[in-house]
Nanobody
Framework: VQLQASGGGLVQAGGSLRLSCAAPGRTFSGYVIGWFRQAPGKEREFVAAVSWSGWATTYGDFAKVRFTISRGNDKNTVYLQMNSLKPEDTAVYYC?????????????????WGQGTLVTVSS
């Protein structure tokens, strides 16, 4: 499934952004959808993931308090609400899909990826 991430931009520290992930013309049926991010010069890291039903979620340690992942009512859009943003949150954010159980945080378990959306947080 081909994914499309959107919603990135420039925001001041302390601000909020909501990222969206969709698969135009397709559905996310049966997929766990996750968000990853990659900051300049750093490895890609896991941010959060949500189950197909939307009832279960998992987060990277840094994201547990400030970020919220959710699915839209139609289950075909996944959102990442990011609050109290910090300059260290600056990164390209990617959404990805997997049929592995919720709980995996490894990049290699996610077989379908979007193109990424850039989030820049200014101090």
């Amino acid at each position: 499934v081909q994914l499309q991430a959107s919603g990135g931009g420039l925001v001041q520290a302390g601000g909020s952004l909501r990222l969206s992930c969709a698969a135009p013309g397709r559905t996310f049926s049966g997929y766990v959808i996750g968000w990853f991010r990659q900051a300049p010069g750093k490895e890609r890291e896991f941010v959060a993931a949500v189950s197909w039903s939307g009832w279960a979620t998992t987060y990277g340690d840094f994201a547990k308090v400030r970020f919220t992942i959710s699915r839209g009512n139609d289950k075909n859009t996944v959102y990442l609400q990011m609050n109290s943003l910090k300059p260290e949150d600056t990164a390209v954010y990617y959404c990805a899909a997997t049929r592995s159980p919720l709980g995996t945080t490894r990049e290699r378990d996610f077989g379908s990826w979007g193109q990424g959306t850039l989030v820049t947080v200014s101090s």
